[in-house]
């Protein structure tokens, strides 16, 4: 997997893109700004948001390991020499070992061993997809098929929404109050977070966004158009009372979805509090006294 982004000056990667990065590609961010030459690797998530909210040129890497191990001596970039990093989307067969990346091993064995010139043709030959980046200039050599939108160069596809897809769990599922509300969506099927949160009933269900505890929340997916979204928006009260955000979502299928799921916000969540792996009608929380 891997996903590498290429954002020229003055453009913006979409919230929802990066969220779905995060999520498909958890194991290592990298990031190089064009118009420095400054690289800079994270391994922990929590400060991506904000290093990506920004006009300046970038290339961006959100890796998903396959071969070496998952520390931070295998986030991307990887110098080629003192003036030039690779970034990689893909598996090149025969290189690494279990501790070192395949573009690990390329970028400190291979291609120091060769010309220059030779860097793209000998690249070309796999199907993985490279960013070349000239730390001098600024320069970025995109090798193998890219896609572009808005402005915007992504290695692969699986970071773009395919649909507005939501995941509900309360009173706009079938059969419930709201569900007038998804009269002009398509029903996708069933599934569950693929991650535990704490789903509680107190007169309506209140999902809290706290990954980690509670159950695997059964949910209905819908595909929607953005008119629907925006009614389902003006029902949760989002961002404000309840706010969305894409998590993944294992499906009936054995397939794995991502969707926009509504969470409570500024609720407390008590540690008495019965935990629900599904809404199935009205209850009542039981507090200790």
Request: proline content about 5%; glycine content about 8%; aromatic content about 12%.
């Amino acid at each position: 997997m891997c996903l590498i982004i290429h954002k020229p000056k003055g453009q913006r990667i979409p919230v929802d893109i990066i969220q779905r990065a995060k999520l498909v590609n958890p194991h290592g961010f990298g990031i190089t700004y064009l118009d420095t030459g400054e690289t800079r690797k994270l391994f922990k998530y929590d400060l991506v948001d904000k290093i990506l909210a920004t006009p300046r040129p970038i290339v961006a890497h959100f890796r998903f390991a396959t071969v070496g191990t998952i520390d931070t001596n295998n986030i991307h970039p990887f110098h080629v020499d003192k003036d030039t990093v690779i970034f990689s989307n893909g598996t090149v067969e025969g290189y690494g070992t279990k501790t070192t990346s395949d573009i690990a091993h390329i970028a400190d064995r291979v291609l120091p061993k060769m010309y220059r010139s030779d860097w793209v043709p000998f690249l070309e030959l796999t199907d993985t997809r490279f960013a070349i980046v000239d730390l001098t200039s600024g320069k970025v050599q995109r090798v193998g098929e890219w896609h572009r939108r808005g402005g915007i160069y992504y290695s692969k596809a699986n970071c773009f929404p395919q649909n507005l897809r939501v995941g509900v769990y309360g009173t706009l599922k079938t059969g419930y109050s709201n569900h007038r509300l998804l009269k002009n969506a398509d029903f996708v099927g069933t599934g569950k977070t693929k991650d535990l949160y704490p789903l509680e009933v107190d007169g309506l269900p209140y999902l809290h966004d706290v990954e980690g505890v509670g159950e695997n929340v059964t949910l209905e997916i819908y595909d929607v158009n953005p008119a629907t979204l925006e009614g389902l928006d003006r029902l949760e009260g989002h961002p404000q009372f309840y706010k969305r955000r894409v998590i993944p979502v294992s499906m009936h299928d054995w397939s794995t979805t991502y969707a926009w799921v509504y969470f409570i916000q500024d609720r407390d969540l008590y540690e008495d509090t019965e935990l629900l792996d599904a809404y199935r009608g009205t209850r009542s929380r039981t507090l200790a006294l």
